[in-house]
């Protein structure tokens, strides 16, 4: 299905998408369906203008069994750990995107060797955070999952992560610190860090997290524009906020300030295998410190409070959408 076959009907006070396989009308006042396209699925992405963004041919009971997991891997000379993650994944993933901040040890052709259905996203500023919103904006799937490609975290712990959001939460936490987690490479310094961390988050946010600072998490894709990150821009050799490490830190206290349903994961950390960690303890701690203070302030994350992306199952019935979500599709129509 193409992607640019949108059309929009004002007079009707209709959204009309024009399909490869039909017609699909959206009756933006009374919240129905017109027409039937048997009962497969659209999904409509109101925040960025209305574009259809996906088309998914399962009826809702299976989309929400067993959901497209898409993994996000940043990567940066890990071209010696790609063989030992990779032969740890899930059989069943929807798709893997690796995100490389032009590494010079072959990391991409060792991806594409190991699997070659990889997609490959090259960032186009530094950091770890910039490298995330890289790969989430190319995710397809249901579901997003980070992983790092150090072989810190485990890949056979994915299931734990799905099992936690089809069990109904928005955003599956992972954690060293709660029973059945646990790290072989955390320090005495890095753990003080951290409880101390995880208490201001906790008092600022109103949330109640054991693990501020680990950042393997998976999230559903309606979460993504609660998150309000960027990846936008021309290639250049520079990092600006929020594309360094703080990147967890960000995602964490945006996904609470947007009211989403959290679960924390346990999970065990290891050791990098090989190379050596970018991760400057004191540095990184204040930078998460700092974030801590400006997402406080800053009302980013603010505006999601549940999925904003519209999920309709083409059936000829009424869909559960209030009115709030009808009047926003009527006027970003019209802006279109």
Avoid at 20 to 46: P, Y
Avoid at 294 to 300: H, L, Q, S, Y
Wanted: glycine share 8%.
């Amino acid at each position: 299905m193409s992607e640019e076959r949108l059309i929009i009907d004002l007079d009707r006070e209709q959204l009309i998408i024009d399909l490869d396989q039909g017609s699909l009308a959206l009756d933006l006042e009374q919240e129905r369906l017109i027409n039937d396209l048997d009962r497969e699925s659209l999904a409509l992405d109101l925040d960025q203008g209305p574009r259809v963004i996906a088309f998914d041919r399962r009826p809702a009971w299976e989309r929400a069994a067993h959901p497209r997991v898409s993994v996000v891997v940043p990567t940066f000379n890990e071209a010696a750990n790609l063989p030992h993650v990779f032969a740890l994944l899930p059989n069943d993933l929807y798709e893997v995107i690796v995100v490389d901040g032009h590494s010079t040890d072959g990391t991409i052709e060792v991806a594409q060797e190991l699997r070659p259905d990889v997609k490959i996203v090259r960032q186009n500023r530094q950091g770890k955070g910039n490298a995330l919103a890289s790969g989430f904006a190319s995710v397809r799937g249901d579901i997003v999952v980070m992983l790092d490609a150090d072989g810190s975290a485990d890949p056979r712990e994915i299931p734990r992560f799905v099992e936690a959001l089809t069990g109904g939460a928005d955003f599956a936490k992972g954690t060293r610190f709660a029973s059945g987690g646990g790290s072989s490479d955390i320090t005495t310094t890095r753990a003080w860090g951290n409880r101390w961390l995880n208490r201001w988050v906790n008092v600022l946010f109103g949330t109640r997290y054991t693990d501020l600072c680990y950042g393997y998490n998976a999230f559903w894709v309606h979460c993504l524009p609660a998150l309000e990150l960027d990846a936008s821009g021309e290639i250049e050799d520079r990092r600006l906020w929020g594309d360094g490490f703080e990147i967890e830190t960000i995602i964490n206290t945006r996904i609470a300030k947007a009211k989403l349903q959290i679960a924390e994961v346990p999970s065990f950390e290891f050791a990098r295998i090989h190379g050596e960690s970018k991760l400057n303890t004191w540095r990184d701690g204040m930078r998460v410190l700092r974030a801590l203070v400006v997402e406080r302030a800053n009302g980013k994350g603010c505006t999601a409070q549940g999925p904003r992306r519209l999920l309709v199952d083409a059936v000829p019935a009424a869909i559960p959408a209030t009115a709030a979500a009808s009047r926003r599709a009527a006027r970003v129509a019209q802006r279109a």
